[in-house]
């Protein structure tokens, strides 16, 4: 029984373009409580089954799921000669950090979304043939008695059957067994699979974590503080942003919002007309949130927060000077982009959805 996918240069749907796959990661960055926690518990001979890993995309949870999972196969039990590590980190030499990396370790198995051959795509969730893997796993990978793990990346994309699955093994764990389960949004998680696992919660990284993460990934960029700030914590999202010409896109949104409130509609049409494909118009989009949300954010709390793109304190101020004015913007926010959204949804031009967009920010109340 393959315990992994055997074909590696298909699509991986647990990587992030631009990005080498969690697996690869020799470190873990910002999330130092939350290795020491399961390191506690590895310590204590009392491992919990389940850990629920959470928190926005982007910041490492897959990265810290393979990092326990990778400790979990790599580590002796009672820790070895000199006691229990005080670290996840393992030798990227050691043979089950190489076969881990190689996605051949007998005693791991990845849970994600499966590659069509015929088709030549991914699927959209994760199957109930995928959890069903599962039993033949623990069968197989018990023969050496040794501990196993099992990383389902995430499991948000588990359809009503998989959840199902996956809850019947969590109510009936095997022995020496860890279940790792990435989650970006844990409300969409059955509740019992959610009761039945150790919860890890994971916070946005800090600026120099987050620039470690990016130069681990292969990103280092004097972008660093600007991306820091418009990724919101995330990596991930940094990566993807730094990809796709975010900032400068951002910098363009901010302007426009600058020429308020008599909104320049030739910046307007401009940005219309040149973010009418399918990935820049989810760009726009995300970004235009994220400067909705900081309005929002400037009135609620009376100061703007750290300056994205140089002179955006003063448009924030100006525009949401007040607690009234932050809760009107959080208003528009609400409906803005998911309008747009359901305009492409049924095949709406995109350009022009934009430019619908820019005109009810200017007739905002």
């Given at each position: 029984?393959?315990?992994?996918?055997?074909?590696?240069?298909?699509?991986?749907?647990?990587?992030?373009?631009?990005?080498?796959?969690?697996?690869?990661?020799?470190?873990?960055?910002?999330?130092?409580?939350?290795?020491?926690?399961?390191?506690?518990?590895?310590?204590?001979?009392?491992?919990?089954?389940?850990?629920?890993?959470?928190?926005?995309?982007?910041?490492?949870?897959?990265?810290?799921?393979?990092a326990?999972?990778?400790?979990?196969?790599?580590?002796?039990e009672?820790?070895?000669?000199?006691?229990?590590?005080?670290?996840?980190?393992?030798?990227?030499?050691?043979?089950?950090?190489?076969?881990?990396?190689a996605?051949?370790?007998?005693?791991?198995?990845?849970?994600?979304?499966?590659?069509?051959?015929?088709?030549?795509?991914?699927?959209?969730?994760?199957?109930?043939?995928?959890?069903?893997?599962?039993?033949?796993?623990?069968q197989?990978?018990?023969?050496?008695?040794g501990?196993?793990?099992?990383?389902?990346?995430?499991?948000?994309?588990?359809?009503?059957?998989?959840?199902?699955?996956?809850?019947?093994?969590?109510?009936?764990?095997?022995?020496?067994?860890?279940?790792?389960?990435?989650?970006?949004?844990?409300?969409?998680?059955?509740?019992?699979?959610?009761?039945?696992?150790?919860?890890?919660?994971?916070?946005?990284?800090?600026?120099?974590?987050?620039?470690?993460?990016?130069?681990?990934?292969?990103?280092?960029?004097?972008?660093?503080?600007?991306?820091?700030?418009?990724?919101?914590?995330?990596?991930?999202?940094?990566?993807?942003?730094?990809?796709?010409?975010?900032?400068?896109?951002?910098?363009?949104?901010?302007?426009?919002?600058?020429?308020?409130?008599?909104?320049?509609?030739?910046l307007?049409?401009?940005?219309?007309?040149?973010?009418?494909?399918?990935?820049?118009?989810?760009?726009?989009?995300?970004?235009?949130?994220?400067?909705?949300?900081?309005?929002?954010?400037?009135?609620?709390?009376?100061?703007?927060?750290?300056?994205?793109?140089?002179?955006?304190?003063?448009?924030?101020?100006?525009?949401?000077?007040?607690?009234?004015?932050?809760?009107?913007?959080?208003?528009?926010?609400?409906g803005?982009?998911?309008?747009?959204?359901?305009?492409?949804?049924?095949?709406?031009?995109?350009?022009?959805?934009?430019?619908?967009?820019?005109?009810?920010?200017?007739?905002?109340?």
């Amino acid at each position: 029984m393959m315990v992994a996918d055997p074909d590696i240069e298909a699509p991986e749907p647990d990587r992030l373009p631009g990005a080498p796959h969690p697996r690869h990661a020799a470190r873990v960055f910002g999330h130092d409580a939350a290795g020491a926690e399961f390191l506690s518990a590895h310590a204590s001979g009392r491992l919990h089954h389940a850990w629920l890993v959470t928190g926005p995309r982007g910041i490492g949870k897959a990265t810290l799921s393979w990092a326990m999972a990778r400790f979990l196969l790599a580590t002796p039990e009672g820790g070895g000669l000199f006691g229990a590590p005080d670290s996840l980190d393992i030798d990227p030499g050691d043979p089950v950090a190489r076969r881990m990396a190689a996605l051949s370790e007998p005693r791991l198995m990845l849970i994600r979304r499966p590659w069509n051959d015929k088709t030549e795509r991914l699927a959209t969730q994760i199957t109930i043939d995928e959890t069903r893997k599962l039993k033949g796993f623990f069968q197989m990978s018990s023969a050496d008695g040794g501990a196993r793990a099992v990383i389902v990346d995430s499991a948000d994309e588990m359809n009503t059957a998989a959840s199902n699955a996956l809850l019947k093994v969590l109510e009936e764990p095997p022995a020496r067994a860890v279940l790792f389960l990435v989650s970006h949004q844990p409300a969409r998680l059955l509740p019992t699979i959610r009761s039945r696992c150790r919860t890890l919660r994971l916070n946005p990284l800090g600026p120099g974590d987050h620039a470690a993460a990016l130069a681990q990934a292969g990103h280092e960029t004097e972008a660093g503080e600007t991306l820091h700030l418009l990724s919101e914590g995330s990596a991930g999202d940094a990566i993807r942003l730094a990809e796709a010409g975010g900032p400068d896109l951002y910098a363009r949104i901010a302007a426009l919002f600058r020429s308020l409130p008599r909104m320049d509609r030739q910046l307007a049409s401009k940005l219309a007309a040149e973010n009418g494909s399918e990935e820049r118009f989810d760009l726009f989009l995300t970004l235009t949130d994220r400067f909705l949300a900081r309005l929002a954010r400037t009135g609620s709390l009376g100061e703007p927060p750290a300056e994205i793109v140089p002179g955006e304190a003063e448009t924030l101020s100006r525009l949401s000077p007040d607690p009234a004015a932050g809760r009107a913007w959080a208003e528009l926010a609400q409906g803005l982009t998911a309008k747009a959204r359901r305009g492409r949804a049924v095949n709406l031009d995109p350009s022009a959805l934009i430019l619908d967009m820019c005109l009810s920010i200017a007739r905002r109340p």
